[in-house]
């Protein structure tokens, strides 16, 4: 199993361009989650999906879009880009019944 | 509002040497605590949990000690090796809220040889 994967790894942006993050699991998971991390701070929830065709705000959900449209893919989108959406995003997947979160590898955003 | 708080930003011990690494919680609600370990470059990983009905529980050189009436956590990791080395973080979780987190700052542990 490849576990969640996210693509792309790296992304650098202009102010004002959009695009979309793919997360993807192969664990058969529930839930879906995105969060941002910043420079020595913690993990905040921007948007989460509690099945396929759900999502619903987290912590930090201005400035993003999400869609569950498959259960195993969760995408995030950023319409406009800014300069405070540079972050580290990390997607993570969890059973139903768990307890513990499966993260990805992580997606370096950095927006100009 | 309510928080998940680490109480040192970073930690340096000596290769060997049993580590100690402490969280504050606000949430009396949280069902169970969640210690991750994050290495550079990486996702968070699972380490170990403990259930808000427990006070301790036990892993592999890893225990964590849950004492509700101060609402404080921590993790404790036994012969410290410099694999161990990486960026520590406790979660809070409420079971009630489709398994929503609240991640503290984290404590970036460094392990000297």
């Known amino acids: 199993n490849a576990g969640v994967t996210q693509t792309p790894k790296f992304r650098v942006l202009k102010t004002g361009q959009s695009m979309t993050l793919l997360c993807a699991q192969d664990?058969?998971?529930?839930?879906m989650y995105w969060y941002r991390q910043d420079p020595g701070m913690g993990l905040r929830l921007i948007h989460y999906?509690?099945?396929?065709?759900?999502?619903a705000k987290g912590e930090v959900p201005d400035g993003y879009n999400v869609s569950r449209l498959k259960k195993q893919n969760f995408l995030l989108g950023l319409e406009s880009a800014a300069p405070s959406q540079t972050s580290v995003y990390f997607c993570a997947s969890r059973r139903t019944s768990g307890r513990s979160k499966f993260f990805g590898p992580g997606t370096r955003l950095t927006v100009l | 509002g309510e928080s998940v708080g680490l109480h040192l930003p970073t930690l340096s011990v000596q290769e060997g040497d049993n580590s100690i690494i402490n969280c504050a919680y606000s949430?009396?609600?949280?069902?169970?605590f969640i210690w991750y370990k994050q290495e550079s470059g990486k996702g968070p990983q699972f380490i170990i949990d403990i259930r808000s009905n427990m006070d301790k529980r036990q892993g592999q050189r890893v225990t964590v000690l849950l004492n509700k009436t101060v609402k404080h956590l921590s993790l404790q990791i036994a012969a410290t090796q410099p694999g161990d080395s990486a960026v520590y973080f406790c979660a809070e979780n409420d079971n009630t809220n489709a398994g929503k987190s609240t991640f503290g700052d984290g404590t970036t542990l460094t392990v000297k040889p």
């Open positions: 949430n009396s609600a949280s069902d169970y």
């Open positions: 664990m058969n998971h529930e839930y």
């Open positions: 999906s509690v099945g396929e065709g759900t999502t």
